[in-house]
């Protein structure tokens, strides 16, 4: 059961390291680098040194069909599950029958599971849920992402080609083609983690098997890569939005004028509200909460009238939740890679095999 009322919040200490952590990572968006991150280059120079090592003594594992890797180099979510969701959608527009891995970030336990419509995002994790909903591509989630690959392909010998979603530094699993991701962020100061928001280093080039996608403007690194749109085609009830149905484009008509309260459980929550009051929406409260939030306590009132979410909060939420006195609505985001994007896809996998 889900409370009406936020319950009771975490300890102090569990606020302090929550504080420090939301400090220092505000440091990692601050160009050129302050001084509190270049303090931290020492143990950035060790968590390269340790990532370099990890890649050296990995040796890659293959799966019977081609693999596409879907990451990016920062922490945090640059775009990576819309990503996903367009890339299936492209593979099967050109033929292939695309199955999805991933590890399912947030689910309670780290063994191999199928992802079903219906299964609860606690177990499943809220993104495999969502690529699972929105693709209709058959979805396994675990730690390993080799074990998880073979074990996909196993359950559905239909599929020939899979997608990892954020497996970018899961060395285990080789892959044909990487596909890495950026938002309007960049690089951010461009250290290593802890010092900076990188989890690998910038490369000086691309290799050969590797294509960039900004989900931005622009381009907000050095590397070449294309440009992907951010778009959101409507809202609709939480009930509709699990039923499966598509907003209409003229639905954001019905919300203009009242007053609204925005939650969102992302990487980047004001980049969602900011993206409501463009659509002239009203919002007199906004929650932002913490990435993967579970939404074991409501972050609203029982008595709020509208609120307006994402579709990775929707999949927490059973469509049965909203009482009578609560409206529950539900933007979907559609990401629109450029169409040379598309092209370069289609170069790397021209032919599906025959089935």
Known sequence: MHAAVPARG????????????????????ITPPTHAARA??????LFGALAALHRAVTRPRRVAVPVVVVGNLIVGGAGKTPTT???????RALGWRPGVVSRGHGRSGRGLAEVQPDSPASECGDEPLLIRRRTGAPVMVGSDRVAAARALCAAHPEIDILVADDGLQHHRLARDLQIIVFDERGVGNGLLLPAGPLRQPLPHACPAD??????AAQATTRLPGWIALRRHPGVLPLADWWQGHAPSPDSWQGLLGRPLLAAAGVAAPERFFDMLRDEGLTLTVTRALPDHDPYDALPWREDTPDVVITEKDAVKLPPGIADSATRIWVVPLDLEP?????????????????H
């Open 338 to 354: 450029d169409v040379a994007f598309a092209a370069a896809i289609k170069r790397h996998f021209p032919h599906p095999p025959t």
């Open 10 to 29: 975490p300890g102090p200490l569990a606020r302090l390291a929550a504080r420090f952590s939301q400090a220092l990572q505000r440091q990692w968006w």
């Open 40 to 45: 931290l280059r020492p143990l950035a120079v």
């Open 85 to 91: 969701i367009a890339v299936v959608r492209m593979l």
């Open 210 to 215: 590797t294509v960039v996608l900004y989900n």
